[in-house]
Structure formats: C-alpha cells, structure tokens
C-alpha cells in the first residue's frame, strides 16, 4: 500500500488539479457526519456540469492544446483532455472515499 501511494507522487499525478481535488472532496465526503447531503450531491446531475465547466475553463485558459502548426487550438484533444479530467475528479474521489471506509473499517 505504501509502494502505492509512493508511485502516485513519483509519477506527479497526485498534483493534477482534478486529482487532488477529487482526494479532497473524497476525504470529506468520507468523514463528514452527513452522509445524506452527499449523497444527494453526488446523484445531482448539476454537480458534474460544474465540474465539467471548470475542466473546461482549465483547460481553455491554462492548458491549451495546439495543432502541429502551432498556431490554432486542437480542440478534439482539448475536448479529450476535458473528458478525462473529470473522469480523473470522479475516480479519485470515488477511491479515496473507499480508502478512507477501509481505513476506518478495522
């Protein structure tokens, strides 16, 4: 388990923006005493559009993706990106919650 969490910062992607924030939001979704406000906010529609809109804003202003010619903006990989960034949200939070449940298990 420790090789593991290791590997998560020698590889650097524990410091991806949607990575770290989906940790966060995983670790208080885990250990907050309302289970039932999270639930209802992780089956809200309107909760993955705001993620979504801010990947997009991400990646629109800081992280722009261009063409070979390097002067107009690919936006199928631009759109790719936005997609795994919040499918990177969505995963991170979904393992840390049950990290931390596992942890607390016991």
């Known amino acids: 388990m420790i090789k593991g969490i290791l590997a998560l910062f020698k590889t650097g992607i ?3 923006p949607f990575v770290l924030s989906g ?10 005493p309302h289970k039932e406000v999270m639930e209802t906010l992780f089956k809200q529609n309107s909760f993955y559009l705001l993620v979504l809109l ?6 629109y202003l800081l992280k722009k993706v261009y063409k070979d010619d390097g002067y107009t903006l690919d936006y199928f990989r631009m759109a790719l990106n936005i997609l795994l960034s919040l499918v990177k949200f969505v995963i991170s939070c979904a393992l840390s919650i049950v990290f931390v449940l596992m942890l607390f298990a016991f």
């Open 54 to 59: 801010i990947a997009f804003l991400y990646h």
């Open 23 to 32: 940790i966060i939001l995983g670790f208080f979704t885990a250990l907050t």
């Open 14 to 16: 524990i410091f991806d």
